[in-house]
């Protein structure tokens, strides 16, 4: 690789120029790195509060459905869950966003919760246990919606950090230490050639006070 390179003050310029950019854009991507993991842990904590939240509605949920369960039926309840399902008008949209480079989902759930009135069976035939059962796990379908979407914002920002860390070792490793070698090279052989070029004057000047001295 040396002994291709031109060792002039042109490709010298050109070379700390580089190493410029490079060096600039290095810090750029430590900058980036460092931002994408702040941008991870805040999202994780998110994530842990939301699991957290998730689990306490469906623990409440499933005790007030095995309540319902005692007072009914497995049978009559899986009648209300199916009447319910009729009259469901639940839907999901998912759209994008960016976060330093990462493109993570945006999902948003949308007529999850309902009144006793939309979910379809018969007020006067169901009881409090069989209504608060289902409001537990209508909150509990949104806040699912929201931790996959805290889920799946994770994933991808771990895969940007994963890109960005290989980006900024390769620089900081790699690339910047191979241009500053090639600087130290090119550097060695203009001063070298300067010497050189300052010997060859001495003794030229010197061969000519000679003859000037030999009249």
């Known amino acids: 690789m040396l002994q291709q390179v031109k060792p002039t003050r042109m490709e010298l310029l050109k070379l700390r120029r580089r190493i410029a950019l490079a060096k600039k854009g290095h ?3 430590k900058e980036k790195r460092d931002a994408l993991f702040s941008e ?3 999202q994780l904590k998110d994530a842990k509060e939301l699991r957290v939240q998730t689990e306490k509605l469906l623990e409440r949920a499933y005790l007030m459905l095995a309540i319902a ?3 009914f039926s497995s049978l009559k309840v899986a009648e209300f869950a199916f009447a319910s399902s009729l009259h469901s008008k639940a839907s999901a949209e998912l759209a994008e966003r960016n976060i330093m480079g990462a493109r993570v989902p945006i999902m948003s759930a949308r007529n ?3 009144t006793i009135l939309e979910r379809g069976y018969s007020i006067a035939s169901s009881g409090s246990a069989v209504d608060e059962s289902a409001s537990l796990f209508e909150q509990a379908l949104e806040k699912i919606v929201k931790l996959a979407e805290k889920e ?3 994933e991808k920002l771990a895969f940007e950090i ?3 860390k290989r980006k ?3 620089l900081e490793k790699v690339v910047i230490p191979k241009m500053e070698s090639l600087q130290r090279y090119i550097e060695f052989r203009l001063e070298e050639r300067e010497r050189e070029e300052i010997f060859m004057l001495k003794k030229v000047k010197k061969k000519i006070e000679q003859k000037m001295l030999g009249r």
Do not use: C, E, P
Request: aromatic share 10%.
């Open 112 to 114: 999850i919760k309902r």
């Open 27 to 29: 810090h750029l991507l």
């Open 152 to 154: 799946a914002t994770l």
């Open 168 to 170: 900024v070792n390769s």
């Open 40 to 42: 991870f842990y805040k």
């Open 162 to 164: 994963s890109k960005t």
């Open 69 to 71: 369960n005692a007072q």
